[in-house]
């Protein structure tokens, strides 16, 4: 299948500063990536849509400005978390479909412990 | 409001059985529906998917069943083998609009395949 790859895998930061994760699809181009986030023991959560040219696109109750969304290629969208706290500790994930976007990939996500 | 539940969060079966995984959705916007198999700590792996205009699809140890009237969809593994024990997520798309390959994810089922 397609790939996803996503980094970095693992990210500890302190309280106050700000994370970039990278989300790139390697053999496709994605003109639309997806932001998902799982807490543990619980499902995926869609956070955000990401446009490749455009504004991205946020699900309710995600704060645009605290997750910043960047997608300045057809190959790489980034997330940033501003200004994290320990509540933005989670497992986040992105995903890239295919052409007809009926098939998702997803990338092998980011432990993101803020302390 | 969950619009996919997996509502076993946890199956047991022996090797060489058959296992079925259950999920149900409520919202009848929902269009395409796929299985992702996931690992702790790892991004979602797609395992089959199926659209609402067919009932059955299948592919290899694989199969998945859509009963669109009852809103409920199964994924069949046989035979199971030890290496599928990993937690199951059912996912739904909508057709089209502003929500087009969105994934609504489910709570997941671990499945253990035991020796």
């Known amino acids: 299948g397609a790939v996803v790859s996503q980094h970095p895998s693992w990210v500890i930061c302190k309280s106050g500063t700000s994370v970039k994760i990278e989300c790139r699809s390697l053999?496709?181009?994605?003109?639309?990536m997806f932001w998902y986030r799982q807490f543990p023991k619980q499902s995926l959560m869609l956070m955000a849509t990401?446009?490749?040219?455009?504004?991205?696109?946020?699900e309710q109750g995600v704060e645009k400005d605290k997750f910043l969304i960047n997608h300045a290629s057809l190959t790489l969208s980034t997330l940033t978390v501003t200004s994290a706290h320990p509540e933005d500790s989670s497992f986040y994930i992105c995903s890239a479909p295919t052409s007809g976007k009926n098939i998702q990939y997803f990338g092998a996500g980011t432990r993101l412990s803020v302390l | 409001d969950q619009q996919v539940k997996q509502n076993s969060p946890s199956l047991s079966v022996q090797e060489g059985r058959i296992s079925i995984l259950n999920c149900d959705y409520t919202n009848s916007m929902f269009d395409y529906f796929l299985w992702y198999k996931k690992y702790p700590a790892e991004g979602p792996t797609f395992l089959i998917s199926i659209s609402s205009i067919k009932d059955k699809n299948e592919d290899g140890r694989f199969t998945v069943f859509l009963n669109k009237s009852a809103k409920h969809l199964s994924l069949h593994i046989v035979p199971s083998q030890p290496g599928d024990s990993a937690v199951y997520f059912c996912a739904a798309s909508p057709a089209g609009g502003t929500s087009y390959g969105k994934l609504t994810f489910g709570q997941g089922t671990i499945l253990t395949v035991h020796p």
């Open positions: 053999d496709f181009q994605a003109t639309t």
């Open positions: 990401s446009n490749e040219g455009s504004k991205a696109t946020y």
